[in-house]
């Protein structure tokens, strides 16, 4: 905190009254920020365990991302982080004990992961407990220099576009996909396309395109302090004994993927009681604008330094909190569990108070990919309708498409001598991509029409609920040793992983493919979940553990459908066997 701006507030009576309010409001708001380190930790290690292994194989899930969106609820950036903090601290027992007596914050811990190593781990720490955040990320480069972050940073650029214009894209990313493979990416095949452009047009290739370049570390100084070990570890024992903490370091008793799923969820549970009020903290805190009278110079200057938070997460959560102020019915499914934090941000994106209770109910049901697959297609075509155009993707592959827009933008130039703005240039470079393609179509093995409908149905992908792999294998829902046909009703795209499951006895699916779908996780007993697909991609789940009614109710409640033999269940016709001559001369001449 500013020194200065704090006397300054003390010197009047009505100044000291505020700043003693601020104290308080920040006293609060710490000691809420510190508890979820401690708990980020504790999630983060469990994670960790979790993820090695094969222990996911337990619970029916294939990637890390299914289970951070659907089984835990939360964003898939905030499991990377937890396990990323967890990772870093595993060899260093005494930065770990530093962050969890909230000594320091653990975004003070990620930046002395490359300097707290051996004897000059207690130096640093004590270095960090006394310097603000942007000082310490100042000693540490100085120290041991600049080093990039390895985060997805993404990047989005904003284009005009007619619906004529984006229905070409639209084809030509279609066509990218089929290049590419089932289930690539849209910003994949977004950069595929101006990658082919660029590949046409190496003259037009812009020479001030921004590129980023690796900084390379040097090391300037060393920073040993054998002598403060000792001090820190008295400070540390201090504060434990001081705020009383107790971990629950049952950790090791968990080895099954089941076991320590239940730890991580538990210990969730625990961060929400105290995610909530933080939101309403903080909401608070900037509406009274404590962080000057503190002396700090900006919002986010408080979260990053005060409480050791990324700004962006800190100012999501203000905002959830408004909308769910103006949104009640949000606050009480997230309270009450029907909401994931993941789904409640995606539903407060788009409710309005008219429609807030359908959407929720609508979200209960449904795999967190398929909520956020369906505001997506919702905000494009409100976009389509508006004339505009969101690409989005990683910030290297916007920099190819950037540069091939301006490349189109130049060839039209030179070609026409009239100027082409970025919606009109995105929809060339797809228009090319499209001639490539259909010029070298006739080289390329015919695609059989069957197998691409099973494995596009859902675009691509896997289409077990919360999986969000590839699909890459074809999966006869009736066993071709149990008679089952060829028939597109009896096959469905799956990832390798969950055809393992299937065979395995893990994941029992039955029905008919493109009429209604039923999918069960087998746990130790009974089925752990039950989720139904009616037609093509509508899917819900309609049984867990945590329902009250029985597992034979839920699917009883599926059988309501209009039953249809499929043609695999269907005896086979046997073919009349030609007989055979003993004669091999009429054999040859037959």
């Known amino acids: 905190m500013n020194e200065e701006a704090i006397r300054e507030a003390a010197r009047t009576e009505a100044g000291r009254e505020l700043l003693l309010r601020a104290l308080h409001a920040d006293g609060e708001v710490r000691k809420a920020a510190r508890g979820e380190g401690m708990l980020d930790?504790?999630?983060?290690?469990?994670?960790?365990?979790?993820?090695?292994?094969?222990?996911?194989?337990?619970?029916?899930?294939?990637?890390?991302?299914?289970?951070?969106?659907?089984?835990?609820?939360?964003?898939?950036?905030?499991?990377?982080?937890?396990?990323?903090?967890?990772?870093?601290?595993?060899?260093?027992?005494?930065?770990?004990?530093?962050?969890?007596?909230?000594?320091?914050?653990?975004?003070?811990a990620m930046l002395?992961?490359?300097?707290?190593?051996?004897?000059?781990?207690?130096?640093?720490?004590?270095?960090?407990?006394?310097?603000?955040?942007?000082?310490?990320?100042?000693?540490?480069?100085?120290?041991?220099?600049?080093?990039?972050?390895?985060?997805?940073?993404?990047?989005?650029?904003?284009?005009?576009?007619?619906?004529?214009?984006?229905?070409?894209?639209?084809?030509?990313?279609?066509?990218?996909?089929?290049?590419?493979?089932?289930g690539a990416p849209r910003w994949m095949c977004q950069e595929a396309i101006a990658m082919e452009w660029l590949a046409g047009h190496a003259d037009l290739i812009p020479d001030d395109a921004p590129i980023p370049l690796a900084i390379p570390t040097?090391?300037?100084?060393?920073?040993?302090?054998?002598?403060?070990?000792?001090?820190?570890?008295?400070?540390?024992?201090?504060?434990?004994?001081?705020?009383?903490?107790?971990?629950?370091?049952?950790?090791?008793?968990?080895?099954?993927?089941?076991?320590?799923?239940?730890?991580?969820?538990?210990?969730?549970?625990?961060?929400?009681?105290?995610?909530?009020?933080?939101?309403?903290?903080?909401?608070?805190?900037?509406?009274?604008?404590?962080w000057g009278v503190l002396g700090c110079r900006s919002p986010e200057e408080y979260v990053q330094e005060r409480l050791g938070m990324a700004p962006r997460t800190a100012f999501q959560r203000v905002w959830l909190e408004r909308r769910m102020n103006e949104l009640p019915p949000i606050r009480e499914a997230l309270v009450s569990?029907?909401?994931?934090?993941?789904?409640?941000?995606?539903?407060?994106r788009r409710a309005r108070p008219e429609d807030v209770e359908e959407r929720i109910a609508k979200a209960t049901m449904k795999s967190c990919q398929d909520?956020?697959?369906?505001?997506?297609?919702?905000?494009?075509?409100?976009?389509?309708?508006?004339?505009?155009?969101?690409?989005?993707?990683?910030?290297?592959?916007?920099?190819?498409?950037?540069?091939?827009?301006?490349?189109?933008?130049?060839?039209?130039?030179?070609?026409?001598?009239?100027?082409?703005?970025?919606?009109?240039?995105?929809?060339?470079?797809?228009?090319?991509?499209?001639?490539?393609?259909?010029?070298h179509a006739a080289g390329?093995?015919?695609?059989?029409?069957?197998?691409?409908?099973?494995?596009?149905?859902?675009?691509?992908?896997?289409q077990t609920p919360m999986c969000g792999g590839r699909a890459v294998h074809g999966h006869h829902i009736r066993f071709r040793s149990h008679r089952g046909g060829d028939e597109v009703t009896n096959q469905i795209g799956l990832c390798a992983f969950c055809h393992n499951l299937v065979h395995l006895g893990f994941l029992k699916i039955t029905g008919l493919a493109g009429d209604r779908l039923l999918f069960e996780f087998a746990g130790p007993d009974d089925p752990a979940e039950i989720w139904v697909t009616e037609g093509e991609?509508?899917?819900?789940?309609?049984?867990?553990?945590?329902?009250?009614?029985?597992?034979?109710?839920?699917?009883?409640?599926?059988?309501?459908?209009?039953?249809?033999?499929?043609?695999?269940d269907q005896p086979r016709r046997e073919r009349p066997r030609r007989a055979r001559s003993r004669n091999p001369a009429s054999r040859r001449a037959g």
């Open 444 to 462: 390329r093995p015919r695609r059989r029409r069957r197998r691409w409908i099973v494995m596009m149905r859902k675009d691509g992908l896997c």
């Open 218 to 290: 040097r090391v300037t100084e060393s920073a040993r302090w054998d002598e403060a070990r000792e001090p820190l570890e008295k400070h540390l024992r201090a504060l434990e004994e001081a705020q009383r903490i107790t971990v629950d370091d049952d950790l090791d008793l968990c080895h099954s993927g089941r076991e320590l799923d239940r730890r991580a969820r538990r210990l969730l549970a625990c961060r929400r009681t105290i995610a909530e009020p933080l939101g309403r903290l903080l909401d608070g805190f900037f509406k009274s604008g404590y």
């Open 337 to 348: 569990g029907k909401l994931t934090f993941s789904k409640a941000l995606i539903v407060a």
């Open 112 to 182: 002395l992961q490359r300097v707290a190593k051996a004897e000059a781990e207690a130096g640093w720490i004590s270095l960090a407990m006394g310097v603000t955040y942007t000082e310490l990320e100042q000693r540490v480069d100085n120290a041991y220099g600049h080093n990039l972050m390895e985060e997805f940073c993404a990047a989005s650029l904003y284009l005009s576009m007619t619906p004529e214009q984006q229905d070409l894209y639209e084809q030509a990313l279609r066509a990218a996909a089929g290049e590419i493979g089932f």
């Open 537 to 568: 991609n509508d899917t819900r789940k309609i049984w867990d553990d945590s329902m009250e009614i029985d597992a034979a109710e839920a699917r009883a409640a599926t059988e309501d459908a209009p039953k249809r033999t499929p043609a695999s």
């Open 41 to 108: 930790l504790a999630i983060g290690e469990t994670l960790l365990r979790l993820f090695e292994g094969g222990k996911l194989a337990d619970l029916g899930i294939s990637t890390q991302k299914a289970y951070a969106t659907d089984r835990l609820g939360v964003p898939v950036r905030a499991v990377y982080e937890w396990t990323r903090l967890a990772r870093t601290l595993k060899d260093r027992p005494l930065l770990r004990r530093a962050v969890v007596c909230g000594a320091i914050t653990a975004n003070k």
């Open 371 to 439: 909520v956020e697959r369906a505001a997506t297609e919702e905000e494009d075509r409100e976009d389509r309708a508006r004339g505009h155009r969101r690409v989005w993707g990683p910030r290297e592959a916007m920099v190819t498409v950037a540069m091939s827009i301006q490349s189109a933008k130049d060839w039209w130039l030179r070609e026409t001598g009239e100027t082409l703005d970025d919606g009109k240039a995105l929809a060339l470079t797809g228009a090319y991509f499209i001639v490539e393609d259909q010029a």
